[in-house]
C-alpha cells in the first residue's frame, strides 16, 4: 500500500514535491460520506501528514452537522460536559504561567467559550474567533461581543495584536494552516505566546492503529503533525518552542479505546457518538458501547500514561515564542 507520489498540482509548504502513501481511511457516518474512502499521505520531507485530495465542502458542511457540536451549549453528555470543564481549567493554568492579567489571549475556534470564559474569571482580556453564526450560538452570552465569527484569515483585524493565542485542538482542522500560521505570527506582539494542541501523528496511537485511529476523525482532520513535524514548521515561521508534552488526560485514554473499537466495528467512532448522546443510536447499543468502554478504561489509562512518559503520548500541547522579525535564522 506504500508507495511514492508525485502530486501535479500539490507542493508541501516546506518545498517538497514528493509524498508517500500512508492509508486509506474508510469512512462512515451521513449519507453523503458514506461509501467514500479518503487517502493520507505523509511529506516525504517534512513528516506533515494530509489527505489527498482533500474533502469537499459539501462533505465537510456534513461532516459539521449541528451534532457534530452538539444541540446544547456543551457538546458532550453530563459527567463527560463537566470533565471537559476540568480541562479548560487545566488549559488556563498552563497560559498562566507564560502571561500575567490583564495581557490578552485571543482563542481560535473558541466553541462554547468554556476556555475564554476561564481566562476572563482570571482577569485576562479575552478574544475569540469562530467559524459560523451557529457555531457560535453556544458561546454564553456575556461573552458574545468579545467573538468574531469568520475565518482567521478574513477577519478584519486592522491593528489589533495579541499577546497570546490559542487553538485548541483546531489547527489540525484549518484548510490552510501554513498561511494560519504566519497570521498568527503578524497578530501576536513581539514576544508573545502561542499555544497549540492537536493530535500526534508521531504517536504509538497513530502508528499501532493506522486507519483506525481515533483522532484522525475523517474527514475533519485535514492536516496531520507531530511534535518534529510542527517544530520545524514553527521554526521556519520564526517561533522558538518553548515546551512540548504528549500527556493528555483528555484525549489520549479515550483515543486507545476508540481506535481498539474501530478494529472490529465498522461503524467508525460509533462509542463516541454514544457518549455524546447521538439520539440516532438504538438506546441498548448506547448502554452496550458505555460497558465496552468502562471495560477497556483501566488499561487505556496504563498505555496512555506509558507512552506519555516517552514522548509518544496520542496528542500534543506545544508552546512557542513569537522571535523579533529581525532574528529570522532562515
Ligand atoms: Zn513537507
Same mark, same amino acid.
Given at each position: 500500500?506504500?508507495?511514492?507520489?508525485?502530486?501535479?498540482?500539490?507542493?508541501?509548504?516546506?518545498?517538497?514535491?514528493?509524498?508517500?502513501?500512508?492509508?486509506?481511511?474508510?469512512?462512515?457516518?451521513?449519507?453523503?460520506?458514506?461509501?467514500?474512502?479518503?487517502?493520507?499521505?505523509?511529506?516525504?520531507?517534512?513528516?506533515?501528514?494530509?489527505?489527498?485530495?482533500?474533502?469537499?465542502?459539501?462533505?465537510?458542511?456534513?461532516?459539521?452537522?449541528?451534532?457534530?457540536?452538539?444541540?446544547?451549549?456543551?457538546?458532550?453528555?453530563?459527567?463527560?460536559?463537566?470533565?471537559?470543564?476540568?480541562?479548560?481549567?487545566?488549559?488556563?493554568?498552563?497560559?498562566?504561567?507564560?502571561?500575567?492579567?490583564?495581557?490578552?489571549?485571543?482563542?481560535?475556534?473558541?466553541?462554547?467559550?468554556?476556555?475564554?470564559?476561564?481566562?476572563?474569571?482570571?482577569?485576562?482580556?479575552?478574544?475569540?474567533?469562530?467559524?459560523?453564526?451557529?457555531?457560535?450560538?453556544?458561546?454564553?452570552? @456575556?461573552?458574545? +461581543?468579545?467573538?468574531? *465569527?469568520?475565518?482567521? $484569515? =478574513? /477577519?478584519?483585524?486592522?491593528? &489589533?495584536?495579541?499577546?497570546?493565542?490559542?487553538?485548541?485542538?483546531?489547527?489540525?482542522?484549518?484548510?490552510?494552516?501554513?498561511?494560519?500560521?504566519?497570521?498568527?505570527?503578524?497578530?501576536?506582539?513581539?514576544?508573545?505566546?502561542?499555544?497549540?494542541?492537536?493530535?500526534?501523528?508521531?504517536?504509538?496511537?497513530?502508528?499501532?492503529?493506522?486507519?483506525?485511529?481515533?483522532?484522525?476523525?475523517?474527514?475533519?482532520?485535514?492536516?496531520?503533525?507531530?511534535?518534529?513535524?510542527?517544530?520545524?514548521?514553527?521554526?521556519?515561521?520564526?517561533?522558538?518552542?518553548?515546551?512540548?508534552?504528549?500527556?493528555?488526560? @483528555?484525549?489520549? +485514554?479515550?483515543?486507545? *479505546?476508540?481506535?481498539? $473499537? =474501530? /478494529?472490529?466495528?465498522?461503524? &467508525?467512532?460509533?462509542?463516541?457518538?454514544?457518549?455524546?448522546?447521538?439520539?440516532?443510536?438504538?438506546?441498548?447499543?448506547?448502554?452496550?458501547?458505555?460497558?465496552?468502554?468502562?471495560?477497556?478504561?483501566?488499561?487505556?489509562?496504563?498505555?496512555?500514561?506509558?507512552?506519555?512518559?516517552?514522548?509518544?503520548?496520542?496528542?500534543?500541547?506545544?508552546?512557542?515564542?513569537?522571535?523579533?522579525?529581525?532574528?529570522?535564522?532562515?
Amino acid at each position: 500500500m506504500v508507495k511514492n507520489s508525485h502530486f501535479s498540482d500539490w507542493s508541501c509548504w516546506c518545498g517538497s514535491t514528493t509524498a508517500t502513501h500512508a492509508y486509506r481511511v474508510p469512512i462512515t457516518g451521513t449519507s453523503q460520506i458514506d461509501q467514500q474512502a479518503l487517502n493520507v499521505y505523509c511529506c516525504d520531507t517534512c513528516g506533515v501528514f494530509f489527505l489527498n485530495p482533500q474533502p469537499s465542502p459539501p462533505m465537510l458542511a456534513d461532516a459539521y452537522n449541528q451534532e457534530y457540536y452538539g444541540t446544547d451549549k456543551k457538546k458532550f453528555i453530563g459527567p463527560i460536559a463537566s470533565l471537559v470543564g476540568q480541562f479548560q481549567q487545566g488549559r488556563a493554568k498552563l497560559v498562566s504561567q507564560y502571561l500575567a492579567p490583564p495581557q490578552s489571549i485571543l482563542d481560535i475556534g473558541c466553541g462554547n467559550g468554556g476556555f475564554l470564559q476561564q481566562m476572563l474569571q482570571r482577569g485576562y482580556s479575552v478574544t475569540g474567533t469562530e467559524l459560523s453564526p451557529d457555531s457560535a450560538d453556544r458561546v454564553d452570552t @456575556e461573552l458574545r +461581543p468579545h467573538v468574531y *465569527i469568520g475565518d482567521l $484569515l =478574513n /477577519i478584519d483585524w486592522q491593528d &489589533r495584536r495579541y499577546d497570546a493565542i490559542s487553538l485548541w485542538h483546531v489547527f489540525e482542522h484549518l484548510s490552510q494552516p501554513f498561511r494560519t500560521l504566519e497570521k498568527i505570527y503578524d497578530l501576536l506582539k513581539p514576544g508573545g505566546y502561542a499555544f497549540f494542541s492537536m493530535p500526534n501523528h508521531e504517536s504509538t496511537q497513530a502508528q499501532n492503529f493506522g486507519p483506525h485511529w481515533f483522532h484522525l476523525d475523517p474527514p475533519r482532520h485535514l492536516f496531520g503533525f507531530g511534535p518534529n513535524s510542527f517544530t520545524k514548521l514553527l521554526k521556519q515561521t520564526n517561533f522558538t518552542v518553548k515546551k512540548t508534552s504528549t500527556w493528555s488526560f @483528555e484525549q489520549n +485514554p479515550y483515543g486507545q *479505546i476508540q481506535s481498539q $473499537l =474501530n /478494529i472490529n466495528n465498522p461503524q &467508525r467512532d460509533r462509542a463516541y457518538r454514544s457518549i455524546k448522546g447521538d439520539p440516532s443510536l438504538a438506546r441498548h447499543t448506547r448502554f452496550a458501547d458505555y460497558a465496552k468502554v468502562a471495560l477497556l478504561t483501566p488499561y487505556a489509562l496504563i498505555k496512555s500514561a506509558i507512552e506519555s512518559y516517552h514522548n509518544r503520548g496520542a496528542t500534543f500541547t506545544l508552546v512557542a515564542q513569537k522571535n523579533h522579525p529581525e532574528n529570522h535564522s532562515e
